[in-house]
């Protein structure tokens, strides 16, 4: 549960609480003017009752099909501009995937309806306002130390928007065509009149639409860069050229508008004194239409005054506006919330020109203003937050002032707290809250303090205090509006102990976890919430290797969720992982069951993937990246590499092109890489694969990730180096070896992330390449990194890495030569684990490598062997290290001339066990034998 | 009637528009009604107009004469009016009606050659102010004064029936029921006058709390009128309001709901006035919710009618705040106090405003 969404969720939550519209009574209405009607409820911004006058219609029986096939289209359309107004993102990515699934369904059910053209127009003002989430984001992001998440959503907003403009022009092609079929001249009872005047204003929106776009693009570059700068002379013209076809419709008077906003940041006082013209001549026309475009052109008039420095003007016009746009969804509203910040900005700017006694509250009343605009998300949240702590700096509380504070004081000056993250002093306001109401007489207005108290626990770290109140909500007051968003809160709380306190009973959270998914399943069924519930059930029964019931909890997450796709996704792979559960029982039965889960996992995973794209989502995406990987892996596993190969190269490009990788997408590209190298090597293109590896090294993902891949191509290469061995390709095989050694190199060079596993398995590696000098540099390093934890969580676990760790510095100090202090630290070892075999197996290396240095006798090396076999004789089955111990004693003879009897060795163990307990050994004996005849 | 008048202006500008391009006319340009009676060619009489009655005009065309009765005309375009009778049918349109009635004003003084001219800009110019002051009371006075005169003046012409009505309504809205009574009764005698002096005699007892009266009045009239959609409006419109003023709210919504459908969807004068009676009455059964939705249609739709759209604001303050919604209750009374100051509707907005902390 991402903290920027929890955080949000409090305004969604508090929304749910403000009063709710009943529903209408069915009324007979007047079908000639009942679409024009909800698009002008819709256009008011009374979106509530637009909607649910629309669904009065649809099942009013005494409306024309015609105007009852159009709802969806109509509830689309409402969705997408309740979007477009709404500041809180969480509620607003809802609305658009509602608006998304209403005009699909109207598009696929009517394809050739009049408005299907139109509904093309809305599918793109979806893309549209997917980049304004992904602006928002961005503004959310440091643009110092955060420079490449903020570049990377900027990045993906123009995606957002580049897509939005192909299919402006799509649709501007289609209605043009849609409106030359209608006769130039249609008289005013002409049946075809309204049809033709209404394809012809959505023809004039699209066009605007489009330019606007082109605008909002430019925006997405920084304030003065060349790219924003080219951007606004383009819309100049862009725009001017809709007024001037346009000038006596909304699109041209709109255009007009968005003309002067490009002069006005253009800059200069030429470009500010037309654009303040054209607002002007906007402000003083009095055409209804145009109402509504007043309400920005007047903001953008008080933007020109504070660029020229008018303060005192640029407040009072403020002060105008919120006075002419009183209404909470104006005040709330993007050009409401920079009214606001440009007052504050103006009464701070004319601070220098007050009294000293006035400037305390000037402060205050700008302060106040600025606290309003931090509650919620816009493009001027992160100005206000700096002015904010800049004028306002984060003070302790007086507790005797909170304790004498009324509920609603409290409440608004937590808020504010909230809005400026003083987590620690919004939870002392909020508790002080919760004292002064009854929760029985007042139970909303307990339950609002207590929720928004808990979020401030999780987002101050306080996970078990969070889980504790939000759990209490959930159970307590299940019918209360917050109460399905207080469990989700619990179960986030509980997960993130689970994760952070690995000292607690962390059995006993994951239990808490599930009971509580379950209760939110069942109580709330109908909720986001609740899928959220599934899909978190659904991981923890993966989790625990219980795949049956986590495809029954993924399968149970709602088709119009928005975390459906999520949920295929999850699916897809827990088929995957039951069938592969089910092909390791090896009968008949088992493997058909398994080809039918792996049938299931590939539908799942495409079908997931494919809703991602149709949705806009791009190279950039992590989920889509890593769903295509889930894919891929499924294919490689079953040798469907081609088709991995064909799956993942277009991601592989298209990552490898964005210009600011986010460290987020790291991990997906690493998948990505690794997954096309397995391709490469299963389709025989062992150069490409390498050619892959050169290119990870220029732009592959720094740091950690960057380990993490070339861990996971050396466990590529070995395979491939096995095989190479099998197939007898000597010059493949030193070219893969060397590439091997290369980033073994690389890996152990990189300095962060390191794990154990990798470090071990990359000196391991290194020993086998017969490289021990570097190979004991490793060890040392992991033994150093072992000594440094001092409480290990584990300390049985620790203690065996220590072991393991010591065992192969044994092993390299063996392989650098240096035998003195390979057996004092083997010594040691031994003393301490007498009944352990790898110290006694690696005594016996020591000693035959001793042997070959001629630093100590073969004689010596075949009796450690001959002890070590003996040892292991009596164990049933013998183990490989048996017969490995005996091939070293024929070794060892071998080595002091007794071939016979080093032959009569080997053939005695052979008779006696012609498996030789592996077909390896069996080789290693053969090969042997060969060299002693 | 107001509404007639008001599609003959629009027709009137349209016409003018096209004649404007295509060089002067020599002719009077009747524009008939949609469908009408009176045999034409594209539906127009063009000639000279010697006479205009009450009833009919007399256009000449060389040797020939027609008549056309007055209920067949949607417009007329005289031949030489001035570019000010033009110029305010424009500005009309455009909503400026203060400038409007200037402009006629003006165009009157230019036709003083011109009698028929004359009498229609000045008729236009006393229309004007009339629905200026049903929607601010404050020009109440000029409007009386302005109509009266050209009532006077004109008894005998083509717009006196429009004229007296308009007085009447305007003397009701002042409370002036003597003046009404003198009103019906100029306007019972008048041709095509019976069916205006009924409604305005059953919008009188209305007006005094004699419902039944003025039930038994529209009744009667509605009886004689058939199916006559025009005349049937005005009385329906009528009888709504005395039926929910007598709690007969569904018979009420019915009557309503016909005039609704009866009339064209595009014909703001009877839509914006059918809504609002139908708010008032949905209010007073107690539903709230369809009583928003009635005023809203008012609002969003016919909020040319500037009789009516303060009307509905006020309907619609009133509903958001029994609903619940403040700020949008606020958000409708901001524009009522913007485009309205001086609208009685103001007043009993207001009405419903918390009141402010001292």
């Known amino acids: 549960m991402s903290r920027r969404a929890c955080g949000l969720g409090v305004i969604a939550g508090c929304c749910m609480l403000a009063g709710v519209v009943t529903t209408r009574a069915s009324a007979q209405e007047d079908p000639r003017t009942a679409v024009k009607f909800a698009q002008a409820l819709r256009e008011r911004g009374y979106f509530d009752l637009a909607a649910e006058f629309l669904e009065s219609i649809r099942d009013q029986k005494s409306m024309p099909p015609e105007l009852r096939s159009m709802v969806d289209y109509e509830l689309g359309r409402i969705s997408v501009d309740e979007a477009s107004r709404t500041g809180d993102l969480v509620r607003r990515q809802e609305l658009l995937d509602q608006a998304r699934k209403k005009l699909d369904a109207f598009v696929t059910a009517n394809p050739n309806h009049p408005r299907a053209s139109e509904a093309m127009v809305q599918l793109a003002r979806l893309l549209v306002e997917r980049g304004h989430i992904a602006v928002l984001n961005a503004l959310d992001f440091d643009p110092v130390k955060e420079k490449n998440e903020r570049d990377a959503k900027f990045a993906e907003a123009r995606g957002s928007f580049a897509r939005a403009r192909e299919s402006y022009e799509k649709a501007v092609a289609r209605l043009k065509t849609d409106y030359a079929k209608f006769p130039a001249f249609l008289p005013d009872d002409d049946p075809r009149k309204q049809q033709r005047d209404e394809v012809h204003s959505a023809l004039m929106d699209a066009e605007l639409q489009k330019a606007i776009v082109d605008y909002e693009d430019g925006q997405t570059h920084p304030a003065g860069s060349k790219e924003r700068l080219e951007s606004l002379s383009r819309g100049v013209t862009q725009f001017e050229g809709l007024f001037k076809s346009y000038r006596t419709q909304f699109a041209g008077l709109a255009a007009r508008m968005w003309q002067a906003k490009c002069l006005e940041e253009k800059g200069g006082e030429d470009n500010l004194g037309a654009a303040m013209g054209i607002y002007k001549e906007l402000m003083d026309h009095r055409d209804p239409r145009v109402r509504s475009l007043q309400r920005h052109v007047q903001y953008f008039m008080i933007l020109v005054m504070e660029k020229r420095k008018q303060f005192a003007l640029a407040a009072d016009e403020c002060t105008r506006w919120m006075s002419s746009y009183n209404s909470i969804d104006a005040q709330r509203s993007t050009e409401g919330l920079g009214v606001q910040l440009e007052l504050a900005k103006s009464i701070l700017a004319q601070l220098p020109e007050i009294s000293e006694k006035e400037k305390p509250i000037a402060i205050d009343r700008a302060t106040d203003r600025l606290k309003n605009v931090v509650r919620f998300a816009s493009p001027h949240k992160a100005e206000a937050l700096a002015l904010l702590r800049q004028y306002k700096p984060t003070a302790a509380l007086n507790a005797n002032k909170v304790a004498n504070l009324s509920y609603e004081d409290a409440m608004t000056q937590a808020e504010q707290a909230y809005s400026s993250r003083e987590w620690e002093n919004a939870i002392t306001l909020y508790r002080a809250a919760i004292r002064r109401v009854d929760p029985a007489k007042d139970p909303d207005k307990a339950n609002l303090a207590r929720y928004t108290l808990a979020v401030c626990y999780y987002m101050s770290k306080h996970f078990y205090k969070a889980s504790v109140v939000a759990e209490q909500i959930a159970r307590r007051y299940p019918k209360n509006g917050l109460a399905p968003k207080a469990a989700e809160l619990a179960i986030g709380s509980f997960v993130e102990a689970y994760n952070a306190y690995r000292e607690t009973d962390r059995a006993s959270d994951l239990r808490h976890v599930v009971d509580l998914a379950e209760f939110t399943a069942a109580t709330w069924p109908d909720t986001e919430q609740a899928d959220a519930a599934r899909i978190t059930l659904g991981q923890i029964y993966d989790g625990f290797g219980n795949h049956e019931k986590a495809i029954a909890a993924y399968e149970s997450v709602r088709s119009g969720s928005n975390r459906w796709v999520e949920a295929r996704t999850k699916v897809g792979s827990s088929h995957w992982e039951l069938s592969q559960a089910l092909r390791r029982k090896g009968t008949p039965e088992a493997n058909k069951a398994a080809d039918a889960e792996l049938s299931k996992a590939v539908d799942r995973l495409k079908e997931a993937l494919k809703s991602r794209q149709d949705a806009g989502a791009g190279p950039s995406d992590a989920a889509l990246v890593n769903n295509a990987c889930d894919l891929a892996d499924v294919y490689l596993e079953t040798s469907r590499a081609a088709d991995g190969l064909a799956l993942l190269t277009p991601f592989a490009t298209g990552i490898a092109n964005l210009k600011n990788r986010p460290d987020a997408l790291a991990k997906p590209y690493a998948r990505v890489l690794a997954d096309l190298l397995r391709a490469h090597i299963a389709t025989n293109q062992v150069d490409q694969a390498l050619a892959d590896m050169g290119v990870l090294e220029k732009s592959g993902p720094g740091g950690a990730g960057l380990t993490q891949l070339y861990f996971g191509l050396g466990k590529l290469l070995e395979r491939e180096m096995e095989s190479l061995q099998k197939k007898g390709d000597s010059a493949g095989l030193r070219r893969t070896q060397s590439a091997y050694q290369k980033f073994l190199t690389a890996l152990v060079a990189s300095k962060t992330g390191q794990t154990y596993e990798s470090l071990m398995w990359a000196g391991e590696n290194m020993l086998k390449l017969d490289n021990g000098k570097e190979a004991g540099v490793v060890f040392q390093r992991v033994l150093e990194d072992l000594a440094k934890d001092k409480e290990p969580a584990d300390p049985a676990r620790h203690a065996q890495r220590v072991l393991r760790a010591r065992l192969r510095l044994v092993s390299a100090l063996r392989g650098q030569g240096d035998f003195t202090r390979a057996e004092s630290e083997l010594g040691e070892i031994a003393s301490a684990n007498p009944r352990m075999l790898e110290p006694l197996v690696e005594k016996a290396l020591l000693a035959e490598a001793r042997a070959e240095a001629r630093q100590g006798t073969w004689a010596a090396s075949f009796q450690q062997w001959r002890d070590l076999a003996g040892r292991l004789e009596r164990a049933r089955p013998k183990p490989v290290e048996y017969y490995d111990a005996w091939w070293h004693c024929a070794y060892a003879l071998q080595k002091q001339n007794q071939t016979a009897k080093a032959r009569q060795t080997l053939s005695a163990i052979m008779r006696l066990s012609p498996t030789l307990g592996s077909p390896e050994m069996k080789t290693k004996y053969q090969d042997l034998l060969k060299k002693l005849k | ?358």
């Open chain 2, 1 to 358: 009637m107001r509404t007639w008048n008001r599609l003959s202006v629009v027709a009137g500008i349209a016409l003018g528009t096209a004649w404007a391009g295509s060089g002067a006319s020599r002719a009077d340009d009747v524009a008939l009604v949609a469908g009408s009676t009176v045999k034409s060619i594209g539906g127009r009489v063009r000639g000279q107009i010697s006479a205009e009655t009450p009833t009919e005009l007399t256009v000449k065309l060389g040797a020939s004469t027609q008549t056309v009765p007055i209920d067949q005309v949607a417009s007329i375009r005289y031949d030489g009016q001035p570019a000010n009778m033009t110029l305010a049918e424009t500005r009309e349109l455009a909503g400026s009606y203060a400038e409007a009635a200037d402009l006629y004003k003006k165009a009157a003084a230019e036709s003083s050659a011109k009698p028929f001219v004359m009498q229609a800009a000045l008729f236009h110019q006393a229309r004007i102010t009339g629905d200026m002051a049903l929607a601010d009371p404050s020009k109440t006075s000029e409007a009386i004064a302005l109509l009266d005169a050209f009532t006077r003046s004109y008894a005998n012409g083509r717009h006196i029936v429009p004229a007296v009505e308009l007085l009447a309504r305007l003397q009701l809205q002042k409370g002036d029921y003597a003046g009404v009574e003198k009103s019906i009764t100029r306007i019972e005698a008048l041709p095509r006058g019976a069916d205006r002096a009924g409604v305005l005699r059953a919008r009188l007892h209305a007006r005094q709390g004699n419902h039944e009266k003025a039930l038994a009045e529209l009744d009667k009239l509605m009886k004689a009128a058939g199916s006559n959609p025009s005349k049937m409006r005005e009385a329906r419109l009528a009888k709504a309001e005395s039926l929910a003023a007598l709690k007969r709210f569904s018979e009420a919504e019915t009557d309503l709901r016909a005039v609704i459908s009866a009339n064209a969807a595009e014909d703001f004068v009877a839509q914006s006035a059918a809504y609002n009676t139908l708010g008032d009455c949905l209010r007073a059964a107690g539903r709230k919710k369809d009583a928003l939705y009635a005023y809203l249609h008012t609002d969003l739709l016919y909020s040319k009618d500037k009789e009516q759209h303060p009307r509905a604001l006020a309907g619609i303050v009133r509903a958001w705040r029994e609903i619940g919604r403040d700020d949008r209750a606020d958000e409708a009374l901001e524009t009522l106090k913007k485009d309205y100051p001086k609208s009685p509707w103001l007043a009993a907005a207001k009405e419903t405003e918390a009141p402010t902390p001292k």
